[in-house]
């Protein structure tokens, strides 16, 4: 069945420091993918998705390109802040729904 | 509307009680879908509805566990029995789609705790 591998967390980066939080899925056919967020205390957001082969989504300073020749998705900023502290999730969907890894912790710190 | 809705938002019970719990869709939302999620994990697909008919159940983790969409509006999850294995984060979520599954908007979860 479809799965999704993520870094383990937690990790914790000083304000203004580069992320990158590596995804890779195994899916049947050709699914879309997301990342999805869960700040402290609030349910799922969908933070950025890519529904083909070199998509990029991006939002809230958050990028990350569809590459199906890795099968990967990873999430990067630039410069992150204390507010994106959360659990972010990547989430390969298509012919069967959402399937999540276990998320990834990000603490930033001031 | 504001987004999906869901109730109760917390529920304490006995091991051995039935619990029941309701999820509001968008409203011009076809499908909708219930999760799971404990600690530390994250949501883990039980059913889902397109409509009122339920498309997907095989994911449901016991015959305890059963929900509805009687008039392709909200959903109940019923939990016969309850087990202090259930106790999770419940989630629920729709979305509009035909086909392939897209992005999904997620309520904001019922917690439940069986003592």
């Known amino acids: 069945g479809d799965s999704v591998t993520q870094m383990e967390g937690p990790v914790t980066l000083s304000e203004e420091a580069f992320l990158t939080i590596n995804c890779t899925y195994t899916?049947?056919?050709?699914?879309?993918l997301f990342w999805y967020v869960q700040y402290p205390g609030e349910g799922l957001q969908l933070l950025l998705k890519?529904?083909?082969?070199?998509d990029k989504g991006s939002n809230k300073g958050f990028e990350a390109t569809y590459r199906k020749e890795t099968t990967s998705f990873h999430l990067e900023k630039g410069s992150v802040q204390v507010s994106d502290s959360a659990v972010y999730f990547c989430?390969?969907?298509?012919?069967?729904?959402?399937?999540f890894g276990k998320g990834t912790r990000l603490s930033v710190i001031a | 509307d504001t987004g999906v809705s869901q109730n109760p938002r917390h529920k304490i019970t006995k091991r051995g009680q039935n619990v029941t719990f309701r999820c509001d869709p968008i409203?011009?939302?076809?499908?909708l879908y219930w999760y799971r999620q404990t600690l530390g994990q994250g949501p883990e697909f039980l059913t889902y509805?397109?409509?009122?008919?339920?498309?997907?159940k095989s994911r449901l983790l016991s015959d305890r566990f059963s929900a509805e969409r009687p008039k392709g509006s909200f959903s109940t999850l019923e939990i016969q029995r309850t087990e202090q294995g259930d106790s999770a984060m419940y989630l629920c979520?729709?979305?509009?789609?035909?086909?392939?599954?897209?992005?999904?908007?997620f309520g904001p979860g019922t917690r439940l705790t069986v003592l």
């Open positions: 509805f397109q409509n009122e008919a339920q498309l997907e």
């Open positions: 899916a049947t056919g050709y699914p879309s």
């Open positions: 989430a390969p969907s298509g012919n069967t729904p959402l399937v």
């Open positions: 890519a529904t083909k082969a070199d």
């Open positions: 409203s011009e939302h076809n499908r």
């Open positions: 979520a729709s979305s509009f789609d035909a086909g392939r599954h897209n992005e999904q908007f």
